[in-house]
């Protein structure tokens, strides 16, 4: 499912062909992007990837803090674009891979990690946050960093992310000006 990210070039294209943006709906968009982008900065800071099971900070309250602020993010260009051709394209895209890819890595963890990860599984949902945090101790040998770190928000260069988001809102408000002038 690595290719996930060769296909949503297209989508993105398509994307903003369809979308019709508004003075509006670009910085409520931007809003709901920027929540999404701090859950995914949270997340990167406690994830130690293929070194230790994460299961503080956000991913005490679901097992996909990543995922869970990509589709908020997704969904703020959703609203930024003010389209629904083009909100349906993107929602076809996240429904098609992103379960899958949630999956799919919950079956490399489970390798990884064995009954650390079910003991994990069992408590912890799969996508929507839970209300309460549950996390395994941070004494057991499969705890991730009790604590945010910025070294590894670097290490996890989650700082693209951020950088991705501004580029494209960017580009979001480029496809309104354009309407806005030329009308197409």
Sequence with gaps: MRWRVRVGYPVAVVYWLLASPTPRSIPIGAM?????????ALASGHLRK????????PYGRTRNPLYL???LLAAGFVIA??????GAVVTAYFAVFYYRVMREEEEELRKQYGAAFEEYAARVPLFFPAFTETHVEP???AAGPAAFSWKL????REYQALL???AGMGIVW???WLRARYGY
Excluded: V
């Design 139 to 141: 004494s057991s040998p």
């Design 81 to 86: 674009g003010c389209s629904w051709w083009a």
């Design 50 to 57: 293929d070194q230790e099971l994460a299961t503080g900070g």
């Design 153 to 156: 928000y670097r290490r996890n």
């Design 69 to 71: 602020g990509s589709a």
């Design 174 to 176: 480029l496809r309104m």
């Design 32 to 40: 709901i992007a920027a929540f999404g982008l701090l859950i995914r």
């Design 164 to 166: 991705g988001t501004i």
